[in-house]
């Protein structure tokens, strides 16, 4: 992609009716206007995919400019018009559309597309949904599915044409009771399917539609656990089904392990056992392509001919053309029923393969990093089935069994059976830390904040990916692995960086990366570095695994040369200071691909596995440790919104709009946990008309899940809290500088407040300050823009300059550069330069990176695995710089004062 200059992007911004940086007058609140909306043309995020499938996506549009209800086109290049649904995803205050999703159809995909106000085109044969009473029935216009209702199967049938491909698609978990902590034990394993409760029509087409299950996982004797919600994706003209799993852990850690759980269906073989095919793809296009009844390599050759279609997959000659002396023993022949690929590390996986059960497994051969690609059918048809990010998230499997009977089954396993169970319990046993002093005793040696019973996985989740195609016949080896792209890759529509900027979304904290001048340009750099330095240890650090995929590691340990995996509170960083905005401001600004899937990987994880979604902290979210869930600190900073909503926009994904909605009522855990119980020096109940609720870390949380809710849909109760919160804080005498506010579950505004200072570094670092810069351009309330500036000039001001305002100074704080971008902000907005040339000493003689530093990485042998070092790196003051350097750039980038 061509770089943009920042100089004409914000001339094309102008010529939009969009500032570069946040307008210091009012919200604009007039009706949108009735001219039609820009024209944007979308692309995809990596090359054009060769295969053809539907995609989904989400575009923005600058306030005003498009009214609610507005139809939208889709054209290839050339003009021809390609089928297109849309819907609105958010809403400008105004009732302009803000946000749109879009999906394409299962046609050929082209390089780019345009998007523009105007009737959409119609599929050729539209994706259709029957809600009958017992079952959901989807029909692509290639392949019919039947949605169950109720009972253990999640799609009863799969059809294409007249031929039934797949039938019985179950999920199916393993739960044991024990783990062996010996070599003699052996824990028992009990077998559950999952129990449909609940089905809902999400969208009817006519390109796309989208069926929702609920559930939970049960056993022959009752028993339950598991909940799971998984969504259906269908497109018109497509012959796959994409399958969004969910699942929450519904245990307390300590019993009831996962020893596997996966998704299982049959597939009918119709075909002659040599007409029956078995297919893993490994890495890269790598393939093992195998018959059930191999007909090549034997004593006595069949013919030439009928080894070639063998070895390619097509329907072989009539038997009669063949040599007799094969035809005459195909019975002596074995047929080689089942086969397994295990991935059980991100380094190596194994295939083996047998006849039947109760025969021994042949070794096969074995690879590095599959696919996560399967195939099992014959030349009648059938079923194509990957699981995304199947190294990364080991250990997994690819079972099929029975391919030489007449129903194959297939298991795909987001968790292998093969390896350990899930091993959920908490890593130390306390050491002794039963009170709240010895607790904090134990902060300042390893920073772990433990508390007995608080290092529990109960109510944590985790969201995969899954993919199937109704195939008519064994694909090529060139479709297998078009599909194994897929897999790996999903195809993602995205818009153009200058269209983000223009349409000012998410605060207009960002700009077009800009190498226009030197100092710009080594500023650049530099983000560049600490992107491909992460990127690089989570490859050669191995931080991969079913849990563990997406997130970083938080501080280096200089001495044994490793990230601190192992020590308290300096191991998984769970969104500490807000890597997750890092990343995705970055992929804003840069479009570029690497930083999207690094972004989206830390989504997936830290909205899921770091948050707790059912259980007495249902919305908390737990800070960094040696196990994500392990540290005793539950908190809204980690559950923020703030770090789903741009994913969300970007994609529509109907999960993470779940995870967000899931928030809104959040205040409410306020009532059940005091996230500063160990610290107090007055006692302290909760009370819902009174709770203790900080104007920083807590409060951005709140407010990021209300503006969220609101202005998806207009949601009355998110707005009011949103809007009261806000009103009660700049009321306050010393509004955000006074810490912490007493809360009314019942009115959602804070108490009136006595004029104090209670000031922390961490406040505004959890995605404050991007929620405060969208409020201030959303919301017209000056007062609150009053406050929110007064603690921007402040936070690095002078303790002169402190007492002077509010009373007091604020102590000796840290992360002044991180915080550098609080002054560039209160520049714009108070169109002070002195500001701005202050923003920009702060960002290069504060406390964090400094131009100074080696910025680069030196080879490192010693360690388990050769690496690269970069010792003066800590994930916290990564994301610091980085945030601040964006921001900055965007905000005073015309202003930059280098030392």
Known sequence: MPEIARRDVLKGMAAAGAGAVLPAGPLYQGAATAAAAPEVTVRWLEETPSLAAGSTWGTPWPRGTVPRGQAFALTAPGGAAVPVQT???????????????????????????????????????????????????????????????????????????????????????????????????????????????????????????????????????????????????????????????????????????????????????????????????????????????????????????????????????????????????????????????????????????????????????????????????????????????????????????????????????????????????????????????EQLEGLEITYEDYEPGFGTPYGIARTSELMFWAVGATPDAARLSAMADAVRTPPQIVNPVGHLVAAKVFGGLFAPADRSTPAAAAIEDHLDFLFSYYKGQVEQRHWYGFWNHGDIMHTYDTDRRVWRYDVGGYAWDNSELSPDLWLWYAFLRSGRADVYRFAEAMTRHTGEVDVYHTGPWAGLGTRHNVQHWGCSAKQQRISTAAYRRIFYYLTADERVGDLMRALVGSDKTFMALDPLRKIRTEPYTPDPEALAIGLGTDWSGLAAAWLTEWERGGDPVAERKLKATMRTIAAMPNGFVTGEGLYSLSTGEFAPARKKVAVSHLSAMFGQVEICAELIDLVDMPEFEAAWLQYCRLFNGTAAEQTAETGAAFGNLILRQGHSRLTAYAAVRLGRDDLAARAWREFYTGDGYAPTLPWRSEKVATTLNPTEEAAWVSTNTTALYGLAAIQNLALVGDRITPP
Request: hydrophobic share 40%; aromatic share 8%; charged share 25%.
């Open 87 to 437: 819907w609105p995803i958010a809403y400008w205050p105004d009732g302009s559309l803000k946000w749109t999703a879009h999906a394409l159809s299962a046609a050929a995909p082209a390089a780019a597309y345009t998007l523009a106000a105007g009737s959409p085109a119609a599929p050729a044969a539209p994706v259709t949904v029957k809600d009958a009473k017992g079952h959901v029935e989807v029909d692509t216009g290639v392949i019919r599915v039947r949605v169950r209702k109720e009972g253990s199967e999640l799609i009863s049938h799969v059809w294409r044409g007249a031929a039934e491909i797949a039938r019985r698609v179950q999920l199916v978990s393993l739960r044991q009771d024990a783990i062996a902590d010996d070599d003699e034990s052996a824990p028992r394993r009990e077998r559950l399917l999952g129990d449909v409760r609940k089905v809902t029509v999400e969208q009817r087409g006519p390109v796309r539609a989208v069926v929702r299950v609920e559930g939970r996982h049960q056993s022959a004797k009752g028993g339950t656990w598991l909940p799971f919600t998984v969504r259906l994706y269908f497109y018109a003209g497509a012959e796959s089904i994409r399958m969004v799993h969910t699942f929450v852990f519904d245990r307390d850690g300590t019993r009831d392990f996962v020893a596997g759980l996966g998704v299982r269906f049959k597939v009918p073989m119709r075909d002659e056992t040599y007409d029956r095919h078995v297919r893993f793809v490994g890495e890269g296009h790598g393939m093992l392509a195998e018959a059930v009844k191999g007909i090549t390599g034997l004593r006595r050759d069949p013919g030439a001919a009928v080894r070639a279609a063998q070895v390619a997959g097509v329907r072989l000659p009539d038997v009669s053309t063949w040599d007799t002396r094969v035809s005459g023993r195909l019975h002596l022949i074995p047929t080689w029923g089942d086969h397994t690929l295990a991935q059980l590390s991100a380094e190596g996986f194994t295939v083996r393969k047998r006849t039947k059960k109760g025969h021994a497994w042949v070794d096969v051969d074995q690879g590095g990093r599959a696919s996560g690609l399967g195939y099992v059918g014959g030349v009648s048809g059938g079923v194509a089935f990957g699981l995304r990010d199947f190294w990364q998230r080991h250990p997994t499997q690819l079972d099929v069994r029975g391919a030489a009977s007449e129903e194959a089954e297939v298991t795909v396993w987001m968790w292998s059976p093969q390896a350990a169970p899930m091993d959920t319990r908490f890593y130390h046993d306390g050491m002794g830390q039963d009170t709240f002093p």
